[in-house]
């Protein structure tokens, strides 16, 4: 083959490569170079051939480094910048290396462009607070954020998640209601995104309830569904407070209206029989002061609603315990508190108004309760039992409480243990209740060694 041909030949192999690729004589200027290699530095090939190999680059790499494997560089552009599509760098990114032909040096260029804008985009969604993932066309997690494991200190690893499908944390309805919100994008070209309540599931299966804010990836060439991304948001605390603020609601619309027609009432016997008014002003006396403890019930679940940046603070639970109980019971009140000398645990804020519902409900439906505190260190909680011997929570009472919702038929008659497990809840702690010969409210907390 003579020169000619040969010369042909490699133009021929130069521009069938998507890589950049430059020849370089011994001298180390450039004596052939392809069309990929002047895209990537948008110049004409005559503004490459016979160029020093090195004013290519942005501070050009070593020539032996270059051999020895490829390495992350730099082409010059003209104003010295490379604009992405967040923001930009000195020089197009590429990673570039090196082999040796004879006398000649062939450095070839691979664009890092997407590599480098993929990088800063995981870098601006790794500092954001929701979680954020992305799903191909299969339903698999192709990317996750730390953050949307984070957020409840999920067990999962990042590599546990990415690659997996999405029904590894999400239970079947929210991936049927996921997959109708696709479908409606798929199916309207003006819509942009579709909002999805969803349960993330841990490993262990407990949930944490999130918004799903759900939108599709741009479709493959051919037209096709080629995957989703979307944010998560946790709204445990939004549900939180639109529980408390429905219970609120509720209970005082009913207390307070039948309380105030009790006073009404008796107001109006006081007036026809006013030579007997003892037993009527004694009953008004006790409504009014329920009243009065209603409203201060109400008080604290107005401030329960603005602790969600108060966290937890380790304290000792005895202290606290005793303290609630010299606040509450009676002055002739019957009761014993056992405990050790300190139990140090996570204690959410307003911690002894919780404890103050509690031993103020052992007291209320009995005349002359028998009222047990007890405090026990246990291997991972501090626990706090309030035993009393009356007559046990009405079932209606109980019911609400244990399936934490409220109804016209299932109603507390008061907002005092409502407010004990709201608080509770703030240091991921439990309340129990156990109604035999009598109740015992049981609170654990997060022990603190």
Known sequence: MDERSASGVLDAVLDATTDGVAVVDATGHVVDANDALCDLLDVDRDAVVDADWQSLFVDAPDEAALVDG??????????????????????????????????????????????????????ILESVDDGIYRLDADGRIEYINQAALDAHEFSYDRDDVVG?????????????????????????????????????????????????????????????????????????????????????????????????????????????????????????????????????????????TGLDGNAPESAD??????????TVVPADGNVTVDAPESAVASVPPL???????????????????????????????????????????????????RSQTETPLEHASGLGLWLTDWIVDFADGTVTYDVDAGTTVTIELPRIE
């Open 164 to 304: 997996a499908f999405a029904t590894a944390v999400l239970p079947a309805d929210d991936i049927e209601a996921c997959i109708d919100a696709i479908q409606s994008l798929v199916a309207d070209a003006d819509a942009t995104s579709e909002q999805v309540p969803v349960t993330v599931e841990d490993a262990d299966g407990t949930g944490v309830p999130a918004e799903l804010n759900l939108a599709l990836l741009p479709s493959d060439d051919d037209g096709h569904y080629a995957g989703s991304v979307g944010v998560l948001r946790d709204v445990t605390e939004r549900r939180r407070r639109d529980q408390m603020l429905r219970v609120l609601n509720r209970v005082l619309r009913h207390n307070l209206r039948n309380d105030m027609n009790v006073v009404l009432g008796m107001t109006q016997l006081v007036d026809a029989e006013c030579n007997a008014v003892g037993d009527y002003t004694d009953r008004i006396e006790y409504v009014a002061e329920n009243l009065v403890e209603l409203g201060a019930k109400a008080n604290v679940v107005e401030e329960l």
């Open 70 to 123: 490829a390495v992350d560089a730099a082409l010059a552009t003209d104003d010295g910048e490379h604009r992405l599509a967040v923001g930009t760098v000195s020089g197009r990114p590429v990673s570039a290396s090196a082999s040796r032909a004879g006398d000649r040096l062939v450095v070839t260029v691979t664009d890092r462009t997407p590599a480098v804008e993929r990088d800063r985009f995981e870098s």
């Open 317 to 326: 639970v005895v202290s606290i315990v005793e303290h609630a109980v010299d």
């Open 351 to 401: 911690f002894e108004v919780a404890v103050e519902n509690v031993v103020e409900n052992a007291f209320e439906h009995d005349d002359d309760p028998t009222v047990d505190v007890v405090v026990r260190r246990r291997e991972r909680t501090v626990a706090v039992a309030v035993t009393d011997d009356g007559p046990g929570l009405p079932a209606a009472e109980l019911d609400a409480l």
